[in-house]
């Protein structure tokens, strides 16, 4: 419960501090810049060295590619039969796919699964999952449909070595099964800390809660795929290969987040309908708190 409340309250104090001109939107970009170079990454080197490898583990991560792969092929059905535009089609390609698997996902895991070992697989499921995704996938989608950067392989490769939480992955590779000292244990402990409070504040700078009549119909059509098709295709894909672990329980509720904060910040940057990605992103969380609740409900 204690986690619930410090998701919502995080949520509620960055929307408050934006409605009275103390921190503005803005300013969610530094927040998420200090999670994605300096919080999420001491996560990362914190807990993977504790990680046991074996096939159950990378559950999670085909869990996630087959979620995202069918849910991008829904969204373009889906686009092409409402006629949205390339912009929308665009933003929808990535708020609808890419799913908050460490930001929110940690939190509400910890309320779900209190007491469980879930963090191997969350982070398996974001690092080789949603991560991989947003880097390869989520730089080809913003090419295609902005037409202003071309993809090479040079360019994704890039984008994934230099990212901090993969590169510390990485680094963390070398350390499994290591115990690192005491101070630096208790260094990496502080700043992981920081994480869920930090992303969710920044994420509350951004929340949008007027969505004019235009865009009713994508954003509909997002959270009935992010919120509700993607933790229903995982359902089934657990239940074909007879996965009933624990890591096919943190896949269907990590399937079931909400859509990525950064993903939202990317289109808006990339200029995919910005007002759109904001209030489904911004939706999005809120709804997410119902619909994974649910979810939790029926597999566990």
Known sequence: MENIVLV??????????????????DGAIALNKFVLYIS????????????????????????AWIVMTLSAFLILFLSKIFNFSKEVTGALMLVAILTNSSFLGIPMLSTYLEGKDFMPYLLI??????FLAFAVYGTFIVSIYTSKTKVTFKLITIKVLTFPPFLC????????GVEFHPTIVKVLEVFAITTVPVALVAAGLQLQLILPKEDIKPFSVALLVKLIFAPIVAIIVCKIFGWNSLAATVS????????????????????????????????GILFSFITTYLFKLLII
């Open 169 to 176: 992955l990485i680094i963390a590779l070398f350390f499994v």
């Open 252 to 283: 269907i509720l990590e399937a079931a987040m909400a859509p990525m904060i950064t993903a939202g910040a990317i289109a808006a940057m990339a200029g995919l309908a910005p007002r759109l990605s904001a209030a489904i992103v911004g939706y």
């Open 8 to 25: 919502l309250f995080s949520l509620f104090l960055g929307y408050i501090l934006n409605r009275f001109g103390i921190i503005q939107k």
């Open 125 to 130: 499921y974001d690092q080789f999952g949603t």
């Open 40 to 63: 999420f990454p001491a996560i990362v080197l914190l807990q993977t060295p504790k990680i046991n490898f074996s096939l159950e583990l990378m559950i999670p991560a085909i869990v």
